[in-house]
């Protein structure tokens, strides 16, 4: 099982994107997060507004929402919002897709 927490963004201030990681790091590593992917993105095919993306793995979708959810995650994000701007969204891992699916998760 895993589950995956997404930021897709453009950086809005370059001067101190550089504290983002740092800041984040000890809630990361409360939550278990492991780190796939922190990089600038180049669409192949359509296109994409948002240059930038971060991917956290989490052992379970669940784990993935309590790191989404979390108060830590709540007041980094006051300060993460001026600085990058996009979306973020949790995913659960293909094994775990069609339970999350059945629960009525995407349902809006």
């Not at 507004?49 to 989404?68: D, G, P, Q, R």
Request: charged share 20%.
């Amino acid at each position: 099982m895993a589950g995956y927490v997404l930021h897709h963004y453009n950086i809005i201030d370059r001067s101190r994107v550089g504290e983002l990681g740092p800041m984040s790091l000890p809630i990361v590593e409360k939550y278990g997060a492991e780190l796939l992917i922190s990089s600038p993105v180049k669409a192949l095919k359509g296109s994409t507004s948002y240059s930038n993306m971060v991917v956290y793995k989490f052992e379970s979708f669940a784990a993935a929402l309590e790191f989404y959810h979390s108060p830590e995650m709540a007041e980094f994000a006051i300060f993460r919002d001026k600085i990058i701007e996009g979306f973020a969204t949790v995913m659960p891992g293909h094994s775990e897709t069609e339970d999350v699916v059945k629960s009525g998760y995407f349902q809006s």
